[in-house]
T-cell receptor, first 114, second 114 residues
Framework: EADIYQTPRYLVIGTGKKITLECSQT?????MYWYQQDPGMELHLIHY???????EKGDLSSESTVSRIRTEHFPLTLESARPSHTSQYLC?????????????FGPGTRLTVL | KNQVEQSPQSLIILEGKNCTLQ??????????LRWYKQDTGRGPVSLTI?????NTKSNGRYTATLDADTKQSSLHITASQLSDSASYIC?????????????FGRGTQLTVWP
């Protein structure tokens, strides 16, 4: 089982609130990712990081922002939540940057914005 | 356009039966193909990975095949168990390098009934 953790697991929040989704891994992986997944749909990469102080936008445009101040921590922030942000957010990490390396996923945060 | 298509969208089988899930892709160039298992409310877990030169890979009761010429892959599950109930996601990478991008299918939702 992968040592990657996400909190909270479930979050219901009102429109306009600022939220931060936490992701931590204890494997010492340099590369970390955030994906967004709607029911029955494919995962979409929204952010990734090669290491400390490195953050990049993914394939899917997102109003969220991320930071990477420590290797093990990769939080995602929404400054003003909207109903369109309702989705499942999955965090992942991998040991290196080559695509044959396994990505290990956290359990996800299911976000509902009312 | 690079795409990954999976079929069927959903499948119900009885415990102990075998089943085969399909994945067709148009991703080019091709580096590797991976099958993930995603339990409800959890993050995906890697089952197998195959590169261009590999045409079969097994992991316990899971056997994946790859035909790089026809751009098709299948995941065969033998003697299904209730714990096999999950979504099975096919993921294709276009490059085995830091430039590699992952293309996700929407998954096949498998339900195993007792």
């Amino acid at each position: 089982e992968a040592d990657i953790y996400q909190t909270p697991r479930y979050l219901v929040i009102g429109t306009g609130k600022k939220i931060t989704l936490e992701c931590s891994q204890t494997m010492g992986h340099d590369k970390m990712y955030w994906y967004q997944q709607d029911p029955g749909m494919e995962l979409h990469l929204i952010h990734y990081s090669y290491g400390v102080n490195s953050t990049e936008k993914g394939d899917l445009s997102s109003e969220s922002t991320v930071s990477r101040i420590r290797t093990e921590h990769f939080p995602l922030t929404l400054e003003s939540a909207r109903p369109s942000h309702t989705s499942q957010y999955l965090c992942a990490s991998s040991e290196s940057t080559i695509s044959t390396d396994t990505q290990y996923f956290g359990p996800g945060t299911r976000l509902t914005v009312l | 356009k690079n795409q990954v298509e999976q079929s069927p969208q959903s499948l119900i089988i009885l415990e102990g039966k075998n089943c085969t899930l399909q994945c067709n892709y148009t991703v080019s160039p091709f580096s590797n193909l991976r099958w993930y298992k995603q339990d409800t409310g959890r993050g995906p877990v890697s089952l197998t990975i195959m590169t261009f030169s590999e045409n079969t890979k097994s992991n316990g009761r899971y056997t994946a095949t790859l035909d790089a010429d026809t751009k098709q892959s299948s995941l065969h599950i033998t003697a299904s168990q209730l714990s096999d109930s999950a979504s099975y996601i096919c993921v294709v990478s276009d490059r085995g390098s830091t430039l590699g991008r992952l293309y996700f299918g929407r998954g096949t939702q498998l339900t195993v009934w007792p």
